[in-house]
């Protein structure tokens, strides 16, 4: 047999598996990105270096925002009442932040309630 005869009987794949498979290509070139986009100060990597991996933005743009809530917290934690309030924020700020990771690592799109709702009308 020639080779052209060999060409002729591959099949290109389904259109519908060529997505799925460059989805989960994207997932796994952003899993790094995601995981950062939850440490603090380090979600500005993947919003600025990988801008183009949806999967690592939207970690990254969650990430911002629990950072922005991270900071608001340590601005106002003041004795009393108050400090008991924001230092709840930063348990929830910092059990998001580890939920996040976990789900970028099996490759999940994690939505934090009430925060992926906010970051979903940011446009980078």
């Known amino acids: 047999m020639d080779d052209s005869t060999n060409q002729q009987n591959v099949k290109a794949p389904p259109q519908e598996q060529k997505g799925e498979y460059d989805e989960l290509r994207e997932i796994e070139e952003g899993k790094a990105g ?9 979600c500005f990597i ?20 629990l950072l922005l809530m ?9 004795p009393g009442i108050s400090s008991f309030f924001w230092r709840m924020i930063l348990i929830l700020c910092a059990i998001a932040a580890f939920i996040g990771i976990l789900n970028s690592l099996q490759g999940k799109e994690y939505r934090i ?3 992926s709702d906010i970051t979903d009308k940011f446009n980078f």
């Open 70 to 78: 991270e900071l608001l917290a340590f601005i106002f934690l003041f």
């Open 34 to 42: 995601a995981i950062l986009g939850y440490i603090p100060f380090l």
């Open 46 to 65: 993947p919003l600025i270096m990988m801008k183009d991996n949806k999967f690592a933005v939207k970690h990254g743009k969650q990430g911002l925002l």
């Open 113 to 115: 309630p009430y925060i």
